[in-house]
């Protein structure tokens, strides 16, 4: 393939979550909270936890093989996989790798990428590149996390708010040079300030504590930095693509808090109507919430072919970014 006229489009959406279901209900009674105090502030009402010995890896498998089915696509078929995910298997190898092993697919390359919350779409826009530019001709972009893991229980201020789960999508390169109207990835914007990193981190690593660590956070700031500096990406892609809120069909934020959401919304013009809200679903998932909540949206009939769709995502560090797509 040459290196320009190619455009990334999205095949099959597939999502896997955990067998466990919690509710706020059972979580109260293990943790000092309430139903009432967690609906209230979050919007959450449930989350998804991973069983003992189950991985990270084979949540994105699952979520894989889910998306492979949905495009009608082989493993052999996938040529680039790349996992967005804060809660790899092991420190080495990439959890992408085994994925691949776990599907049986021995050419092409798999890798991590990091970017929390924002992961998903950090790895949707890097597929993209390497799709545009010929080298690659089907990627698995995967979003997967056992957050529970990385969680501390009598931190009920954190605790409540996460879940584990997986996302996938299929993205084929076809020939085209307008996705706006022909379809596929219209344009992408990331963006990182690493001022942020006390706001929103986890309190342990290899080269830190030699330990996992646990989840930490400073919500007002989170909330603030959220909802007050992230929009750039949305406009930035607006702009980008010559278009404006009214134009979207679709908006499918992080799922990381109700009144994030809300408030993001209402900020970029975007009409209730037109967001994907799942938090309430299975809480905060990290990098795995925008394809978990593409899934349902997919699932449900809302999202269809011809639409226009907005993805946006924050995540601690701080990182951030949007991806514009024509389903």
Aim: charged share 20%; net charge negative; with cysteine.
């Amino acid at each position: 393939m040459e290196s320009s006229g190619w455009r990334s489009v999205v095949r099959g959406v597939g999502a896997y979550l955990p067998e466990r279901c919690v509710t706020n209900t059972e979580l109260a009674r293990t943790v000092d909270t309430t139903d009432e105090w967690i609906l209230q502030r979050t919007g959450i009402t449930r989350r998804y936890f991973a069983a003992p010995g189950e991985t990270t890896s084979q949540l994105a498998t699952a979520a894989a093989r889910a998306a492979l089915d949905e495009a009608g696509c082989l493993p052999a078929d996938i040529d680039l996989i790349i996992v967005a995910t804060a809660t790899p298997d092991y420190t080495f190898p990439a959890t992408a790798t085994q994925v691949q092993a776990a599907l049986g697919i021995t050419a092409g390359v798999a890798f991590d990428l990091q970017a929390v919350c924002s992961g998903f779409v950090f790895a949707l826009a890097t597929a993209d590149k390497f799709l545009r530019s010929g080298s690659h001709r089907r990627a698995l972009v995967i979003g997967a996390e056992t957050f529970s893991r990385l969680l501390d229980w009598s931190d009920r201020t954190t605790c409540v708010l996460f879940g584990d789960g997986a996302g996938a999508v299929v993205l084929e390169a076809r020939p085209g040079r307008d996705p706006l109207h022909e379809g596929g990835i219209v344009t992408t914007h990331l963006r990182s300030d690493g001022r942020g990193r006390e706001k929103l981190f986890v309190d342990g690593g290899p080269s830190t504590t030699g330990t996992t660590g646990h989840l930490r956070m400073e919500g007002r700031d989170v909330f603030r930095h959220a909802v007050g500096n992230v929009t750039d990406v949305v406009v930035d892609a607006f702009s980008a693509a010559g278009i404006g809120p009214d134009d979207l069909d679709w908006f499918v934020p992080h799922q990381a808090n109700r009144r994030i959401i809300d408030a993001s919304a209402a900020k970029l013009g975007i009409h209730p109507d037109k967001v994907v809200t799942t938090v309430h679903l299975h809480a905060n998932t990290s990098a795995a919430s925008v394809p978990l909540a593409l899934s349902v949206a997919c699932g449900d009939g809302r999202i269809r072919p011809g639409q226009l769709v907005m993805l946006e995502a924050v995540g601690g560090g701080f990182t951030w970014g949007s991806a514009l797509l024509r389903w």
